[in-house]
Structures are given as structure tokens and as C-alpha cells.
């Protein structure tokens, strides 16, 4: 499944404030949907299959990507959930949109592919780079790249940086102090809910 590229607003409308996606709000008040109603009370399924698509479209990932983090945080000790969350929030697109370096998740993501980012001295253009404490990220040192980055600067969209990472907006540098703990997610969300759809597959 390829990652999906049409209106984000309407996905926001339908599943709730997700930070990553967009920074537009919707002036319409009701839910997304055909006379904004539901027919029926959601069932199980459903409740699930939502929490999922709030991680997928929030971070950009794609089905097999997804279900690929959620056996990697099956293999390592701990809570399933939380694991698989700072696996999304360590990729190195969304540490770029939390160092507010970006609007959004997608915008991280053109910088990323388009070479504007250095990680530890190298340019680095895979968004799914996964960010370990002590990685030192920067915007390349060039005209279009830091020009770009001070524009985004210019209209912040998130109110707090995460209390793993610390950045400096003069030279454009941010740092990974640690693994994010799960009250700095900006992502309102049930994460319990996706490991169940998945065991459930």
C-alpha cells in the first residue's frame, strides 16, 4: 500500500487532531461522513482499526512498515505499546518535526529526501532513520537548505519541544538526549488498542 497523498484535512476531520499530518483546523464542527452521523455504535473492530490509521497517517507509514515496527517491539522486553510509539517517535522525519524544524511530518520528510539533514557529520536522506540518543542533527550548511528551515521557523506549530531532545534555532542543530517518554507523544491516541489489532490479524 502506497502512503497516502490526498486531502489530509478530511483524514483529521474523521480521526481526530493529529499533529503530524497537518496544521490546518477544520472550520466545519461536525464529523466527517454523510450527515455527520453514525448509525450505529462502533464495534470492537473498529475502535481498534482507528487507533491504527491515527499511527499510520499521523507518522506516514504504510501498512507493511507498520506492521513491521509491531514486530520489532513485540521481540524487545517491556510494554508492546509504548515500544512501538518510540520506535515511530525516534524515526528521524518525525525527531525533525518535533525539533519544530518542520510544520508537519510530510514537510520533515521532503527535507530528509532531498538532502537538507546531516546526522553525526553525514547526510542522511532515509526518513526512516531510526535516532539514537546522543545524535547530533543539523540543516545543511547551504543557502536553500537554511533558508528553507528559517521559514518553517518563522510559524511554529507544536508548543513544547519533548524533553528528550533540545535544539538551537540560531545554527539550525538539535540533539537526541534520550528515548522519548510517553506523556511528551503529541499524538492523542490508545496504542494498546493497535498492538490488539494486530494480534488479532
Known amino acids: 500500500m502506497s502512503r497516502y497523498r490526498g486531502p489530509r484535512l478530511r483524514i483529521s476531520r474523521r480521526l481526530g487532531d493529529l499533529p503530524g499530518l497537518t ?25 481498534r482499526l482507528e487507533e491504527k490509521q491515527k499511527l499510520k497517517f499521523n ?9 513491521k515496527y509491531i514486530k520489532i517491539a513485540k521481540k524487545v522486553p517491556g510494554s508492546t505499546g509504548l515500544i512501538l510509539l518510540q520506535i515511530l517517535e525516534m524515526r528521524l522525519d518525525n525527531t525533525i518535526f518535533r525539533l519544530g524544524l518542520s510544520p508537519t511530518i510530510p514537510a520533515a520528510r521532503q527535507l530528509v ?15 526512516s532513520y531510526q535516532c539514537k540518543p546522543g545524535d547530533i542533527i543539523q540543516i545543511k550548511n547551504k543557502y536553500s ?19 528528550h531532545l533540545e535544539v538551537d534555532t540560531k545554527i539550525l542543530q538539535g ?22 489489532y494486530y494480534s488479532r490479524k
Open 23 to 47: 496544521r490546518k483546523t477544520s472550520k466545519k464542527a461536525a464529523p466527517a461522513g454523510e450527515h455527520s452521523q453514525q448509525s450505529r455504535k462502533p464495534s470492537e473492530y473498529s475502535l
Open 113 to 127: 529526501n532531498h538532502g537538507h539533514v546531516i546526522v553525526n557529520k553525514k547526510i542522511v536522506s532515509i526518513c
Open 175 to 196: 540533539k537526541v538526549n534520550g528515548i522519548i517518554d510517553r506523556e511528551w507523544v503529541a499524538l492523542q491516541m490508545n496504542e494498546l488498542l493497535v498492538v490488539e
Open 59 to 67: 507518522y506516514g507509514v504504510n501498512e507493511r512498515q507498520l506492521s
Open 145 to 163: 537548505s537554511q533558508d528553507l528551515v528559517k521559514n518553517y521557523l518563522n510559524f511554529p506549530t507544536l508548543a513544547s519541544i519533548p524533553n
